[in-house]
């Protein structure tokens, strides 16, 4: 007695058969929330007649920035020094090249989860000499739930617009065929919320001791899209 071969199984019709019709639509959902940090930029400055005093002087003022924003313990999450330059200028008259001055830079990143101490540390940093203050910019956590919320009422809005679809056919749903995130199938331009965080710039010119700043948050956008497909139970047309 011979065994026949195992029977390949049915090959799924692309676009649905008569006693499975399908059903493709898309969910999006656009939720607004509130950030979950704020980072600022700082700048400082110093110039010296010559590079050993203009090197001298940017480290002591480096130092005093990253003292103060260090004060702010817990409230400061990420604190990290960028690009760092001592520059020459020279004479604009006379022969040869020579050094008029030395201009120092260094640039620093805060990132904080406190805004309350935001305003206050931002103010305390404009009011130091030889330093600018840029941002905030405003944003959400990779692991918001926000994310989440998004992702699942877009599935909602998915499944509930395919569902209205088979009730205007007189049908229901029978399964899910596929469920899908738009930048799975065709990547699209990613949405930051960051993106529309604009930024404010402060330079250090305020006489006195200067009254904190009353920064109020700029509310996030966070987008999800999906593409679903459905089998429905055949209509009676």
């Not at 009353?214 to 139970?233: C, G, H, I, K, W």
């Amino acid at each position: 007695m011979t065994t026949s071969p195992e029977a390949a199984p049915p090959t799924a019709a692309p676009y649905g058969t008569p006693d499975a019709p399908r059903i493709a639509v898309h969910g999006e959902a656009h939720l607004e929330c509130d950030p979950d940090l704020a980072r600022i930029d700082v700048t400082v400055l110093a110039r010296g007649k010559d590079r050993r005093t203009a090197l001298d002087d940017l480290t002591r003022r480096n130092t005093t920035v990253l003292d103060l924003i260090k004060t702010y313990g817990q409230a400061v999450e990420r604190l990290e020094t960028g690009a760092l330059s001592l520059t020459p200028e020279l004479k604009e008259k006379g022969r040869g090249e020579r050094i008029h001055a030395y201009h120092g830079r260094v640039h620093i990143t805060a990132e904080l989860t406190d805004f309350t101490a935001l305003g206050e540390l931002t103010t305390r940093l404009a009011d130091l000499d030889l330093t600018r203050v840029d941002g905030p910019w405003w944003s959400l956590r990779p692991d918001s739930p926000a994310h989440k919320q998004a992702r699942q009422q877009a599935v909602h809005e998915a499944v509930q617009r395919a569902k209205e679809y088979a009730e205007a056919l007189g049908t229901t749903l029978a399964a899910l065929v596929e469920l899908a995130d738009i930048d799975a199938e065709a990547p699209q331009p990613l949405h930051h919320a960051a993106a529309g965080s604009r930024m404010r710039s402060m330079a250090a010119a305020v006489e006195d001791t200067a009254a904190p700043l009353d920064l109020e948050p700029q509310r996030q956008s966070v987008y999800a899209q999906v593409n679903a497909r459905f089998t429905m139970r055949p209509p009676r047309l």
